[in-house]
């Protein structure tokens, strides 16, 4: 288990947690499919430390559009 960037000794959440927690209204097996559609994007990517923000980022912004 990895802690949170802040040092504060709590568990880092995936994105898939965060998402889950401000979208609600949206089913998780939903989450999962657009989480992981996003991540096979960057899969080839040559450095991964910031693949879960951009991942995270790029699933709010098609959550947000109609």
């Known amino acids: ?3 949170s960037p802040s040092g504060a000794g709590e568990p880092e959440r995936s994105p898939e947690d965060r998402l ?4 609600v209204n949206v089913p998780r097996s939903r ?3 657009l989480v992981d559609h996003e991540r096979t994007r960057f899969a080839g ?4 430390a910031f693949v879960p923000i951009l991942v ?6 098609s959550l947000a559009t109609p």
């Open 1 to 3: 288990m990895r802690c």
């Open 20 to 23: 889950d927690h401000d979208y």
């Open 31 to 33: 989450l999962h499919t």
């Open 45 to 48: 990517a040559r450095v991964h």
């Open 56 to 61: 995270e980022h790029a699933v709010r912004a």
